[in-house]
């Protein structure tokens, strides 16, 4: 079970920290994702993580804005997110996989991934 959190309402420019806790003791076996969702849009893939914290991998849209890392002793997972832009408004979702390829496309193939979390509302505002 994957529970997000962490969402609010911040500025443009400003920063916010999402957590992403798992409850288990199979977490350190997954890779992490983050995926996000705005109104009237399709879930888009955000970045995810290896299960050893070494690789990670960003849509073109947040690298060098975004940085995902977790901390496999507290079964935790996180999205920073700095420079935020208005176009970053959207419901934010953690998910669980195999792979970072197969979290790539988790978008498109949500039944791949093995778990998903309820999204955290980010609101960016001008």
């Known amino acids: 079970q994957l529970q997000a959190s962490g969402g609010g309402l911040v500025q443009v420019g400003g920063s916010l920290r999402l957590s992403c806790a798992a409850s288990g003791s199979a977490f350190s076996s997954y890779a992490m994702g983050w995926f996000r969702q705005a109104p009237r849009k399709d879930r888009e893939f955000v970045g995810a993580?290896?299960?050893?914290?070494?690789?990670?991998l960003y849509a073109d849209s947040v690298k060098g804005r975004f940085t995902i890392s977790r901390d496999n002793a507290k079964n935790t997972v996180y999205l920073q997110m700095n420079s935020l832009k208005l176009e970053d408004t959207a419901d934010y979702y953690c998910?669980?996989?195999?792979?970072?390829?197969?979290?790539?496309?988790?978008?498109?193939?949500?039944?791949?991934?093995?778990?998903w979390g309820l999204g955290t509302l980010v609101t960016v505002s001008a």
């Open positions: 993580i290896s299960w050893s914290g070494d690789s990670t």
């Open positions: 998910a669980a996989g195999g792979s970072l390829d197969t979290l790539r496309v988790g978008a498109i193939r949500p039944w791949a991934l093995d778990a």
